[in-house]
């Protein structure tokens, strides 16, 4: 949780960090000693996730008769004529620009000290970690106050007022090929400036890169159009609707017959649309309805995704694990090895390889290897299941399984930044009362100070344990949905998940180590 961007914001929580904890040092001063050695725990939540596959190889089996069937939803139609009302829409809509707006205006314009100003604290805490969550336990709610998607239709529509034969967009084809790695690249270049940049909490530095990526943004809608950019390119709509196929409410157009995917690319269930924000935008109102179901029912895919978004689900599995890595003592060991390492080259001892550069150059480049490795050994684990089950291909594979694997990106987001969210999250408080850092009092809350007592240690430990243990359990069941539908046979289905099993286990196990680390920086 200690990301350097953010230590500079957060001046009440900072001196607590900088204790070591034997534990836990996610956020907490206060020394907390695990009633049992970490091993005993990391074995403990390993030997649970094992213990999932099987009681699910003895009770559940293998049925794919009913696997195919596909999910069972319960369709509101209410909850879908209210999401779609032009004045709910609108209003949402409207918000969401009018917040938009005045967190560029406070980068721009407010005070420079990110203690004084709105933009740091609602962008990396409030919008980033908190509409993760609300995506991935709600629904797809960004799809309806995307503001660089609402500010783009409202240009389009006023256009349209002028010259009715006009149109904003170009509407050139997408190539297919591209899929999401557009999304992929800008994703990557998102967490870099939140993990490594160590400029992502000076707000002029964040208003350039929300212009910046705003630009490339209408851009891209400009020349494919705002659906097509929306669905393959904008970051923050593919990344959130990745979550949103975990949430327990989805979007639903019917009338679709029996094509296999929408106009826009999204697969079909029972002839209807689920979780596509472009069909819900353009369906006839009879059509709108809201889908609900067990989370994690929309990772149950009929057929494979894209290489592109299993490259997301990797990426965003990796990033997280690598903000975790940065807390512990191993990347201190790893920055001071590959520095000496590097002592003798010329270069390296230059006067304008300062400290920071340092930092930059070692930190960047493991940054960019852990999605590599990351996709290393799920291939390889895609690559043994594939020879197990006797026919399928690794690619075939990787693009069933991956949609599986986000549950534990998800258990890890909520284990890593939950306690962020709610302690650092109060510095809204006294911000939203003087947004720029101006002096004002508009609420009667600037002098309001946060609570850094709210959340103990042991609290967030057993959060993180209880989420990181449960993601994987989810994980393995819908791996084992999966192969059931995949490969049909029961002993072939249950022989080839032994390596996705494997992974999962190491994971769990390598998740709850970084947890537990003592912060070093």
Not at 248 to 276: D, N, Q
Request: contains cysteine.
């Amino acid at each position: 949780m200690q990301r350097p961007l953010r230590i500079g914001l957060f001046g009440l929580v900072v001196p607590l960090l900088s204790r070591p904890v034997e534990s836990l040092a996610h956020g907490f001063g206060v020394r907390y000693d695990l009633p049992i050695p970490l091993g005993y725990y990391l074995a403990g939540a390993g030997a649970t996730v094992a213990l999932s596959f099987l009681l699910l190889a003895v009770f559940a089996g293998a049925r794919p008769e009913r696997v195919d069937r596909g999910p069972a939803y319960r369709i509101s139609r209410r909850t879908g004529r209210i999401l779609s009302n032009n004045w709910v829409a609108g209003s949402l809509q409207g918000i969401s620009v009018a917040l938009f707006l005045l967190i560029v205006a406070a980068a721009l314009f407010g005070d420079e000290n990110p203690f004084k100003n709105i933009s740091t604290t609602f962008v990396w805490v409030i919008w980033w970690v908190g509409m993760m969550f609300v995506n991935t336990f709600i629904g797809d709610i960004w799809a309806l106050v995307n503001p660089w998607g609402a500010l783009f239709a409202g240009a389009e529509r006023t256009l349209r007022l002028l010259r009715p034969e006009a149109r904003l967009s170009l509407e050139r084809p997408y190539p297919e090929r591209l899929g999401v790695w557009p999304a992929v690249v800008l994703f990557m270049a998102f967490a870099w400036l939140e993990l490594i940049s160590g400029e992502g909490d000076a707000p002029r530095q964040l208003a350039v890169a929300i212009i910046g990526y705003s630009l490339l943004t209408w851009t891209g809608m400009i020349v494919f159009g705002r659906r097509t950019w929306l669905a393959h390119g904008e970051t923050f709509a593919v990344v959130f609707s990745t979550f949103a196929r975990f949430a327990p409410a989805a979007f639903h157009v019917g009338g679709l017959g029996g094509r296999p995917y929408c106009a826009h690319g999204m697969e079909t269930v029972k002839g209807a649309s689920i979780g596509c924000a472009a069909c819900f935008e353009t369906a006839p109102p009879a059509q709108r309805a809201v889908a609900l179901r067990p989370p994690g029912t929309g990772l149950l895919v009929q057929r494979p995704v894209s290489m592109s978004t299993v490259a997301m689900v990797l990426t965003l599995l990796a990033t997280v694990t690598f903000d975790g890595f940065l807390a512990t003592p191993a990347w201190t060991g790893i920055h001071e090895y590959f520095t000496e390492l590097s002592q003798p080259a010329p270069w390296w001892r230059a006067p304008w390889m300062t400290a920071a550069l340092n930092f930059h150059v070692v930190a960047t480049t493991l940054f960019l290897l852990f999605p590599l490795g990351f996709a290393a050994v799920f291939l390889a684990c895609c690559r043994l299941t594939a020879a197990v089950a006797g026919e399928a291909a690794t690619a075939k594979v990787a693009r069933y399984y991956a949609l599986t694997l986000l549950p534990i990106a998800i258990a890890y987001h909520l284990a890593h930044y939950l306690i962020y969210f709610l302690l650092a999250g109060q510095y809204i408080i006294p911000a939203a009362s003087d947004p720029f850092g101006f002096g004002w009092d508009l609420f009667g809350t600037v002098f309001y100070k946060p609570d850094i007592e709210l959340i103990d240690a042991k609290f967030a430990w057993y959060t993180a344990v209880i989420a990181i243990v449960t993601g994987h359990v989810i994980a393995v069941y819908l791996a084992h949905r999966t192969a059931s539908r995949l490969f049909g046979d029961r002993s072939r289905a249950l022989a080839s998940q032994f390596p996705m099993l494997t992974m999962m286990v190491a994971y769990t196990m390598l998740s709850l180590w970084i947890i537990a680390q003592p912060t070093v920086r």
